[in-house]
């Protein structure tokens, strides 16, 4: 089945340490994205890739790193300049072709701080 | 900016009662509009959408009309399930790739 796959499902980050999130996704799509999600805000845009070897910052990037390697695949490196990483992650992709497109999304990653 | 604004929650209803989800919008040109739901420990997946104005999406019993006269896009369903309980998100893309979400409703329904 084509879907989106992340991993871990449940990850946990000591003081001072970078983790880094995997999102696979087989649905050919040229676009890929990161959310996170905190309780009572919604979903807010870290980054964004729109082709292979080019991403762009979102709405919060700071303390956060992407790379775009390959279509299939966008990690997400949480980095410890990010000093509140607690939230839940979402990765997601659609096809590219314009705004009225549907986001396809994987089941989400939540990251806690030890 | 673009910006979407859904009423907050929680919203807790008994079963066969009728959901009103309320979402408006600010945004430059003329945005396509959805709503996406989370069900527990899940991602989010699209429910409904609407390109332009007068436009009603439909699916699973839920409709929703872009009217752009109010700048807004309400949710509604006739008769809830206790399937229905979720988290509920109302966005808007307006002219690039970018989804901006509302805060997000939970609907808890009883049986």
């Known amino acids: 089945d084509g879907g989106i796959t992340q991993s871990p499902k449940y990850l946990f980050r000591k003081e001072g340490q970078n983790v880094t999130l995997s999102c696979e996704q087989n649905?050919?799509?040229?676009?890929m994205y990161w959310y996170r999600q905190d309780p009572g805000q919604g979903l807010r845009l870290i980054y964004y890739s729109q082709i292979v070897n080019d991403f762009q910052k979102g709405d919060i990037a700071e303390g956060y790193s992407v790379s775009r390697e390959k279509k299939e695949s966008f990690p997400l490196t949480v980095t410890s300049a990010q000093k509140n990483p607690t939230a839940f992650y979402l990765c997601?992709?659609?096809?590219?072709?314009?705004?009225?497109?549907?986001?396809?999304f994987g089941s989400g990653t939540q990251l806690s701080v030890l | 900016g673009d910006s979407v604004t859904q009423m907050e929650g929680p919203v807790t209803l008994s079963e066969e009662a009728f959901l009103t989800i309320n979402c408006t919008y600010t945004a430059t040109g003329y945005p396509s509009l959805f709503w996406y739901v989370q069900y527990p420990g899940e991602g989010l997946q699209l429910l409904l959408k609407?390109?332009?104005?007068?436009d009603k999406g439909s699916n699973k019993g839920f409709e929703a009309t872009y009217r752009k006269e109010t700048t807004s896009f309400h949710l509604e369903k006739g008769s809830v399930q206790v399937s229905d309980s979720a988290v509920y998100f109302c966005a808007l893309n307006s002219n690039d790739y970018k989804l901006s979400f509302g805060a997000g409703t939970t609907v808890t329904v009883r049986a």
């Open positions: 609407a390109t332009k104005a007068d």
């Open positions: 997601a992709s659609s096809s590219g072709q314009g705004s009225n497109e549907k986001l396809f």
């Open positions: 649905l050919n799509h040229d676009a």
